[in-house]
């Protein structure tokens, strides 16, 4: 039998992501895949329901900015020492977005149902947020476990506990290290990128080099290694996570994400620095 | 003694982390941090979990959150938009949800951390009205309900202290009310009483905030100054130059 090759060009690799697609991104110091979202913002993708794991910064606000986000899922959306998510801020006070405010575990824990092809999930804790009642999707059910009669009403002791529907995204998108010409993924100790790529239909990845060799045939290499059998294309994009930090390899770039900082407080701001962002892609983060 | 605004914060909190192994930290928390690896100066044992350099996980972002959820992190610290007086917290925004007046990034960990750490530290350098509310307008995370704690993960969480500016209260989780514990040097019971919107109990005297004794400021500025930087240069740059830290 033989595999189609996972390797792929950066537009055909947003190529697979459809209008209201469902898409699953990690937060800012996991590796968002930047250079794909320039690709995705470029060919116009509409109606996205974005599931950021379990936060969001620089890739959620550009693409709400850009008109791309009908549904943002996510525990929060921040430039950090860059201050507030500009875009994101406008668009929840007008209305423009459906927000489905979680909490960081509750997201994960979506994704781990997901994974094991399970209904839901339980998670300690939440119970009294006003987030479960914003939720309609979230329930809270009675531990089926707790030990009967332990309570002064006889009926079961009370141990309510909340349970959150499994998160199945069509995709999971991120930016990695390396990968394989076979199409393994090695992402090091990053396992909520593991978890995003077994509970997605298909995971698209940008990676900042193409390796020889297989990385599933030493322990060290595949104990860090999603399998080729969850992905669904590879793109090689070297700094393919500017502007943001890309862990050991690259610094943030402090100048431009103040740049965005400012220029994204206002909408037309906005769109200048979105032409500018979208141009400069075709030179690399090296030329323009 | 010439003792910087934010060393008397870092001491205080390193008061309360007394006792405890794991202590975990969020992002952008220069202050807890530089807090939690004074506990961890003082002693060896103390973990300081999630910071970004040198973080112990390998399980990915999930494995915090479920070492908590099983009892294993002693101490964390929260913050939040709007605090009301029964240790409600705020992280989304003021006015009506979802199309909220002022809307903040979001509740990050905070519903389900706050539940189920048993020293959870409210850390929120502006004390003033429009911070400590009577009501909040969105529960982010939930006070405790009132009675006494335990290791149940039903009742394990809830507010262990809350450090402002101006002044550290404690809670007291039966009665669901904070109480004034001290008021740092040069702020009084009255500011503090009219920058409070909600209603707190207070001992008749009020002592002051201790200042951080000299082998404190020197451990702060010194090896924890170094170490503080690897994570936050910017502010240790900015706060003790003397260390020569972002440089190091």
């Known amino acids: 039998m033989t595999c189609e090759s996972p390797l792929s060009s950066l537009d055909d690799l947003a190529a697979r992501v459809p209008d209201g697609a469902k898409l699953a991104v990690p937060r800012d110091i996991t590796g968002p895949a930047m250079a794909a979202t320039r690709a995705l913002i470029r060919r116009g993708v509409r109606g996205l329901h974005l599931v950021c794991v379990p936060t969001s910064g620089l890739q959620a606000d550009l693409l709400i900015g850009a008109g791309c986000v009908a549904t943002l899922e996510t525990s929060a959306v921040t430039l950090g020492e860059f201050g507030p998510a500009p875009r994101f801020t406008a668009a929840v006070k007008a209305g423009t977005i459906a927000i489905l405010d979680a909490t960081c575990p509750a997201i994960h824990a979506g994704l781990q149902a997901a994974e094991k092809g399970i209904p839901f999930m339980p998670l300690r804790g939440v119970l009294g947020s006003d987030l479960v009642a914003h939720r309609p999707d979230w329930r809270v059910i009675q531990n089926p476990f707790a030990e009967a009669g332990a309570d002064d009403h006889g009926d079961g002791e009370d141990d309510p506990i909340l349970v959150l529907p499994a998160i199945r995204p069509d995709a999971a998108l991120f930016h990695a290290p390396r990968a394989d010409r076979f199409g393994n993924v090695w992402i090091g100790p990053r396992r909520e990128l593991m978890t995003m790529a077994h509970a997605a239909k298909q995971t698209l990845v940008t990676v900042e080099e193409i390796v020889d060799g297989d990385l599933l045939a030493e322990d060290e290499a595949a104990a860090g290694t999603i399998p080729a059998l969850y992905i669904g294309a590879i793109a090689e994009a070297p700094s393919g996570a500017w502007p943001l930090a890309f862990h050991d390899a690259y610094g943030a770039d402090a100048a431009e994400l103040a740049d965005y900082a400012r220029l994204a407080r206002t909408e037309p701001g906005f769109a200048q620095y979105l032409a500018r962002f979208l141009e400069r892609g075709h030179a690399g983060p090296a030329g323009g | ?248």
């Open chain 2, 1 to 248: 003694m010439d003792c910087r605004r934010e060393e008397l914060l870092i001491a205080a909190i390193a008061r309360l982390l007394e006792g405890c192994r794991n202590v975990a930290v969020g992002a952008l928390s220069p202050i807890p941090g530089t807090a939690a690896m004074l506990a961890r100066a003082r002693d060896p044992r103390v973990r300081v979990l999630g910071i970004l350099r040198g973080n112990a996980f390998t399980d990915g972002g999930v494995e915090l959150f479920d070492l908590a959820a099983q009892g294993r992190l002693d101490a964390f610290f929260l913050g939040g938009g709007q605090i009301d007086g029964r240790g409600n917290l705020n992280l989304v925004g003021t006015g009506d949800y979802p199309r909220s007046a002022v809307r903040w990034p979001g509740s990050f960990g905070s519903a389900f951390l706050y539940a189920l750490v048993p020293r959870v530290i409210l850390f929120r350098e502006e004390h003033s009205r429009r911070v400590l509310v009577p009501e909040v307008d969105f529960i982010s995370a939930a006070g405790p309900a009132p009675g006494p704690s335990s290791d149940d993960p039903r009742r394990r969480g809830g507010p262990h202290a809350l450090l402002t500016d101006r002044a550290l209260f404690g809670f007291d989780r039966t009665r669901g009310r904070f109480h004034l514990k001290s008021v740092h040097p040069g702020h009084d019971v009255e500011e503090v009483t009219a920058n409070t919107g909600f209603d707190f109990d207070r001992p008749e005297t009020v002592p002051e905030t201790p200042l951080p004794d000299a082998e404190t400021l020197a451990l702060i500025r010194g090896p924890v100054a170094r170490e503080i930087a690897r994570t936050y240069p910017r502010f240790a740059e900015r706060l003790f130059p003397e260390a020569g830290a972002a440089h190091s």
